[in-house]
């Protein structure tokens, strides 16, 4: 008996060292409220949308509104290669179809025909449906290869601000929601220059994506219900900043900080997982209408594979009606944000 209790203790107090260290480990990981975080004017200018930007009186929070003259957005004035960048965002409320809200990195003014983009998409939809997150990544003017993934959000964004970010680095990308990493990207032999590798400038935008956004472009913006308004604040620039003319580093390695993450632990990963199950519903590797063979860098995992199956047995089965995908490229809000 005795030796049982003494057992339990020692095994009990193990537990206990090993809660201690993941919460140490995944604390110095995702420390990400260390960061700094800049005035507008100190690090973005206006993109496009003329009085539909609005900077608040604390200089640090943006709304961005979109109605029927125009959408909105703004930009960084530096071109970044590699680093950590994040917002809070707050989402329109009610009825949000065809909206879209971007918050996404990319450098096609640079390289109209090879850019590289990494996004944040917020895709909005009718009265009692909730907004989805589209994420994707193009490499070298990779646009034929779509590498999408879409989950249903878990919390209204209409509420309150969330916290979105992207790592970024030389052989890895992770997309975080409230410090939780959902997505991650790894850079491979297979991938090639599809990788994004060229130094980018990060952007926020919304505007009508009415042709595409929302069941295909079943649902449209109804601007019965605009203004749309769209807030961000707590912007961070974490970035290697890079002359756009020399393209060499403005910036000092050994100033890296410890907060910001530098891949996915045990703890986050098992998080990532769960999300993944419960709210992803599209995933380019899984899409048997759009390849016949998933692309190369595509790790299929076979009850990931299931759950999509079930979901929707055309797309991620053998079903046979064939349904083109109806894709739309950032040139599309390029030439928006431009011509606004």
């Known amino acids: 008996m005795g030796h049982s209790y003494l057992g339990f203790l020692h095994l009990l107090l193990l537990l206990l060292c090993c809660l201690f260290l993941g919460v140490i480990v ?9 960061l700094p975080i800049i005035a507008f004017d100190e690090g973005y200018t206006q993109l496009f949308g003329d009085d539909n930007l609005l900077i608040h009186r604390d200089g640090k929070t943006v709304h961005l ?12 004035q530096d071109l970044y290669l590699h680093g950590f960048f994040s917002a809070s965002i707050k989402l329109p409320p009610d009825y949000t179809a ?6 996404y990195m990319s450098n096609g003014d640079m390289f109209e025909k090879n850019h590289d983009e990494i996004d944040f998409e917020f895709l909005g939809n009718i009265r009692g449906k909730e907004w989805r997150i589209q994420t994707n990544v193009y490499g070298n003017g990779s646009t034929s290869v779509g590498r999408e993934e879409r989950y249903n959000l878990w919390f209204d964004p209409s509420d309150d601000f969330h916290h979105f970010s992207i790592l970024w680095t030389d ?15 790894k850079r491979t032999e297979s991938m090639g220059g599809d990788f994004p590798s060229k130094p980018m400038s990060l952007y926020a935008t919304i505007w009508d994506g009415s042709d595409w956004a929302t069941n295909g472009g079943k649902y449209r913006v109804n601007y019965k219900y605009a203004p749309y308004v769209t807030e961000f604040s707590d912007l961070v620039l974490h970035g290697c900043a890079v002359d756009p003319i020399e393209q060499f580093s403005k910036c000092d390695n050994s100033q890296d900080s410890e907060s910001v993450p530098t891949g996915v632990t045990p703890m986050q990963r ?15 590797c899984y899409d048997r209408v759009r390849y016949k063979v998933p692309p190369p860098e595509c790790v299929i995992i076979p009850q990931e594979a299931e759950r999509l199956r079930s979901f929707d047995p055309v797309t991620f089965g053998n079903g046979r ?3 083109g995908k109806h894709r ?10 431009t011509s606004a």
Do not use: C, W
Not at 171 to 183: C, E, G, Q
């Open 171 to 185: 052989s890895l990308i992770i997309f975080y929601v409230d410090n939780v990493p959902i997505r991650e990207v």
């Open 321 to 323: 009606r064939h349904h």
């Open 328 to 337: 739309r490229h950032r040139s599309r809000a390029t030439s928006q944000a």
């Open 270 to 284: 098992t998080r990532m997982e769960g999300i993944r199950k419960k709210h992803m519903t599209y995933s380019y």
């Open 26 to 34: 995944s604390g110095s990981t995702a420390k990400t409220s260390d």
């Open 98 to 103: 065809g909206v879209v809200v971007a918050f």
């Open 65 to 76: 509104t979109l109605n029927e003259r125009t959408g909105s957005g703004f930009v960084s």
